[in-house]
Structures are given as C-alpha cells and as structure tokens.
C-alpha cells in the first residue's frame, strides 16, 4: 500500500523560540519510506533528534520572531 500525505504548519512567533516538531514518519524494519522533505520558510535550520526510548523523531529549530510555514 502506498500512501502520499502533506499538510502546511504556520507560525507566527513572536520572540526568540525554540519549536519541538515531532511530524515525521517512525522508522521500521516492515516500512520503506520513498521520499520524505521538510521545508521551512523562511529557511531554518531543522536539526534531527530521535528519542532513545520510543524511536520517535524530532526537529528542533531555533526561531527568530517572524512568520514561519513549515
């Protein structure tokens, strides 16, 4: 089965913040993923972390005031 998905984040912030994102696909043995992207405008930086306890993914950006669409 294959499936394609997408959906538009927006953010107004307001002072120097910190955006946990926890919207990416979970990683297994009994799933392929073809192609995945997260664009962030305008540009952040979007650093991975997976949680060592549930394998669950993570980006952190660092957030200047400003809109953002994710």
């Known amino acids: 089965m ?10 107004d912030v307001l002072e120097p913040s910190t955006l946990i994102l926890n919207i990416e696909v979970m990683r297994s043995k009994t ?7 997260i664009d962030v405008t305008p540009f952040a ?4 972390h997976v ?5 669950n993914l993570y980006r ?8 953002y669409s994710v």
């Open 51 to 55: 949680a060592t306890e549930t394998g």
């Open 31 to 37: 799933l392929q993923i073809h192609s995945e992207t």
């Open 60 to 67: 952190r950006l660092v957030l200047s005031p400003g809109a």
């Open 2 to 11: 294959r499936f394609s998905l997408g959906c538009e984040l927006a953010y």
């Open 45 to 48: 930086q979007a650093e991975p």
